[in-house]
């Protein structure tokens, strides 16, 4: 006995030896590719030197004589600190990613050739002017410096994933900056799939009962439609079954309700204590580690501009310079058609036009897979655009037999200069250059605040769609693309883009909410993406005369819901203090404790109360029980309380009341009922999952920011390394936004919000104000790839200032570039 104890000793402390060495050698190996930030490089395909100064968070400020040799400087920079999420962007846009995932990316791979979006952005470098072509390659030679640095000097791979993936790098290509703006933009569309849950929802619905559930934005609009009008004669499913896969942390493909959203909001200086311009931005995108948004400075030969940027582009997105600043919000435009082509029944390869049928355009496409034979896609196009899978977007359920549905979409264009009109932007010296630099702006349609020295400005920009007065839905459900009047005639004059410039009121924001009220077709959208955050933004810049950065912040930070301080009051009208005495551990007492507590709480989202909970459950289960009846397995893809449906039902708006009867059952239920068994049901599931003592309940706990990983963070004990999570107060309609998954078992997870925020003070500018959700770092042993994090949760910010003495002052490393004459 005494022997096997011996050896199995023995055995274990060898076994543990091997394991400790084996861990020594991937924290070395993962360590080689740590930035040294003090260092000397000598490098190709610059004119002068670059200095590239970080500050204590690790930002980068960049100097050099030549605007060429900044942007070189931005993409070596990007590359040290974000590389493997750059290539991870380029490889998504270009449809390959199967070739590092398998067969479980193939899917997204095959939606991404039909799209071509790589395509398309090699084809718009053509549409560039020669700054901008300068600039793009300037800007991958800065990238491709690096990756020459890390082979040559053996920095481990140049990112810890190379160790686990394939260390095949490409050299960085001016059209690779393109293509990630095709990327932001699929990431923030949202209105195809909008169009398909709308004609699902219209084969199941009466017009005004559909009214009531996606009902347009407050303001004069049409009524619901009839899909199966449209489709006369076509066998069109009901109750169809879901035909999209779920979805993998890797797509770039929004969920329904998870298209963008953002916050921003501007002073002038009649408004402003400093008596200079204001402007707070805070834009709203999935949740990732590390985040989308990179901090950067740089020091042009048109003066200083400093924010957020993406690595993958050499532009600054959302920030300031010494004379403009400007923020982005997504705009809602309505920039999406599903078109429903008709096939030849002699010949499925022809699609009907209104001049008859003609051929598909096509071509293969060969996608490499992992532990897989490759395959060739045939892609299809029509004059409307590229031909969509059934299995994506649950277009199978709306998509008659002998049909196929196309895409319309400003995006899809060979001619995109949006990113010359983001290099043209931060060189603007005025509101009115801004504009005039956004004329070239094609796609993701924004709303851009913007404040210079003396006023305030807001433009919605991109391109608009031109439709025909006589198109049978105006965009909002899928159409006939064989009828003349269902396609587009160009796009909108920018001109006739919403614009507001310097209001007497001496205020301007956007927090995704209606702007402007046309008819159609001079209209920018139906639905937008809120109708709430508005409403109290609002109601905090009438609160003041004047304002301050401070109460910029304030109001960036807000967590109170007007959502929730209008809708309690209806749903729990005849549930407050009513009915008797209960013991201890009923579900009635439970019931009465939660109203007391609701009765009295402020509509605050604090992650350290459990009313935020309560109400959160008790809306997500009110909602599930109102429609669930009459939707089937369609109820699934409403995730998200829709506020304007459940405010039309509690006040009986139309006759909506008749939703909280109850189809399969003889009694007829009334909204009182219905608002009690939801109660019921919330507690009964929150008591499960939290225990029984609602005070002990914290809406944190349920509200975490989900930053994790898009590829590790799902991999055991690697997980717990690379992914953030962190406890967050707000919620879906607080300024402070932290939009909830909306499925699963956790679906009060935070999984969307500000990744970034920037409060500027034109009166001080050098008292700006920015943050992000993670760090700038992307690797997991590097000290800057929480830091900023820890921040953004507190709600503070950094100072980051245009001064190059206060920089340099500040610097705690300092990488210099020189010319190697090559």
């Known amino acids: 006995m005494g022997l096997v104890f011996k050896w199995s000793l023995r055995l ?57 040799d900044v942007y070189f400087g931005l993409g070596f920079a990007h590359a040290q600190d974000r590389l493997w999420q750059m290539t991870m962007l380029r490889r998504t846009a270009q449809g390959r990613l199967s070739e590092l995932f398998g067969e479980r990316t193939l899917n997204i791979d095959k939606l991404i050739r039909r799209l071509d979006l790589y395509g398309l952005a090699q084809r718009s470098l053509s549409a560039q002017d020669a700054d901008t072509i300068a600039a793009l390659e300037a800007y991958s030679a800065g990238v491709n410096a690096w990756l020459r640095t890390v082979n040559q000097d053996a920095l481990g791979r140049g990112a810890p994933e190379f160790f686990v993936f394939s260390p095949q790098i490409a050299p960085w290509q001016p059209a690779d900056s393109i293509a990630v703006i095709k990327i932001m933009g699929l990431q923030l569309s949202g209105h195809l799939e909008e169009e398909v849950i709308r004609a699902r929802a219209s084969l199941l619905l009466p017009t005004e009962r559909l009214r009531d559930l996606l009902p347009d934005t407050p303001g004069p609009g049409i009524a619901a439609l009839d899909y199966a009008g449209l489709m006369q004669g076509l066998d ?44 707070a931005n805070d834009p709203h995108l999935g949740l990732s580690a590390p985040s989308i948004w990179y901090l950067a400075r740089l020091d042009l030969s048109s003066g200083g501009v400093i924010g957020g940027t993406i690595p993958g582009m050499p ?19 309505d920039d999406q058609d599903v078109l429903i082509e008709k096939l030849n029944p002699d010949n499925p390869e022809e699609y009907l036009t209104p001049d008859g049928y003609k051929p598909f355009k096509t071509a293969q496409s060969i996608i490499e897979i992992k532990d897989a034979q490759s395959q060739t896609l045939t892609l299809r196009w029509t004059d409307n655009g590229p031909i969509l899978p059934d299995t994506h977007y649950n277009l199978g359920t709306i998509t008659p037999l002998g049909h196929e549905a196309a895409l319309s979409w400003t995006l899809l264009t060979d001619k995109d200069t949006s990113i010359q009109a983001a290099l043209r932007l931060m060189r603007a010296s005025s509101a009115e250059e801004v504009i005039a630099a956004a004329a070239e702006y094609i796609a993701p349609a924004q709303n851009l605040t913007i404040v210079d020295q003396n006023g305030i400005a807001l433009k919605t920009i991109g391109h608009i769609p031109r439709r025909n007065p006589a198109h049978q839905s105006q965009g909002r459900i899928p159409s006939p693309g064989w009828l003349a009047q269902n396609r587009w005639l160009g796009v909108m004059p920018y001109a006739s883009n919403p614009e507001f410039q310097r209001p007497a009121g001496g205020i301007l924001g ?39 950065r401070d109460s910029f912040v304030e109001a960036q930070l807000d967590t109170v819901s007007f959502t929730a301080r209008s809708l309690l009051p209806l749903i729990a009208a005849d549930l407050w203090f009513t009915g008797e005495a209960a013991p201890e551990g009923t579900p009635e007492r439970q019931r009465q404790r939660a109203l007391e507590l609701m009765a009295q709480w402020n509509g605050e989202m604090s992650e350290h109360l459990p009313e935020p909970l309560i109400y959160a459950a008790w809306l997500r289960a009110l909602q599930s029980r109102l429609i669930r009846d009459e939707l089937g397995p369609l109820e699934t893809e409403f995730t998200h309380v829709e506020p304007l449906f459940i405010e039309r039902v509690f006040r009986n708006a139309d006759n909506a009341a008749v939703w909280c009867d109850v189809l399969q059952s003889a009694p007829v239920e009334t909204c009182t009922d219905i608002s009690r068994q939801a109660l019921d049901d919330a507690l009964v599931w929150l008591s499960e999952k939290y225990g029984t003592a609602i005070e002990s309940w914290r809406w944190g706990d349920a509200h975490e920011a989900t930053h994790d990983h898009q590829v590790l963070g799902s991999v055991p004990l690697l997980s717990v390394f690379v992914n953030i999570r962190q406890s967050t107060s707000g919620g879906d309609n607080t300024l402070l936004r932290g939009r909830t998954s909306g499925k699963g078992p956790e679906p009060f997870q935070n999984v969307h919000a500000a990744g970034y925020r920037g409060v500027y003070d034109f009166g001080d500018p050098d008292s700006s104000l920015f943050v992000m959700s993670t760090g700038q770092s992307g690797h997991p042993l590097s000290r800057h790839y929480d830091d900023l994090g820890v921040l953004w949760r507190r709600g503070e910010y950094i100072p980051m200032s245009l001064d190059p003495e206060l920089a340099r002052a500040g610097a705690v490393g300092t990488i210099t570039l020189v010319p190697s004459g090559e």
Do not use: C
């Open 12 to 68: 274990f402390m060898l076994l543990s030896a091997l394991a400790g060495l084996a861990l020594m050698a991937v924290y070395y190996l993962a360590s080689r590719s740590l930035v040294d930030y003090n260092a000397d490089y000598t490098v190709p395909a610059i004119s002068g030197q670059v200095e590239i100064i970080r500050n204590n968070s690790g930002v980068p400020h960049i100097f050099a004589d030549a605007d060429e």
């Open 236 to 279: 069109l499913p009901r109750y169809a079954a879901n035909t999209s896969a779920p979805k993998d942390p890797l797509s770039p493909f929004p969920e329904h309700g998870l298209a963008g959203a953002s916050n921003a909001f501007a002073a002038a200086p009649e408004r402003s204590a400093a008596g200079g311009t204001l402007l």
């Open 315 to 333: 532009v600054v997105l959302t920030g300031r310079s010494d004379k403009v600043g400007w923020g982005l919000t997504t705009a809602y435009v």
């Open 510 to 548: 956007n927090t995704n909410n209606k702007v402007i009220e046309r008819p159609f077709p001079d209209h920018v959208s139906y639905t937008y993406g809120d109708t709430q955050r508005v409403q109290r933004w609002r109601r905090l810049m009438l609160n003041r005369q004047v304002h301050t």
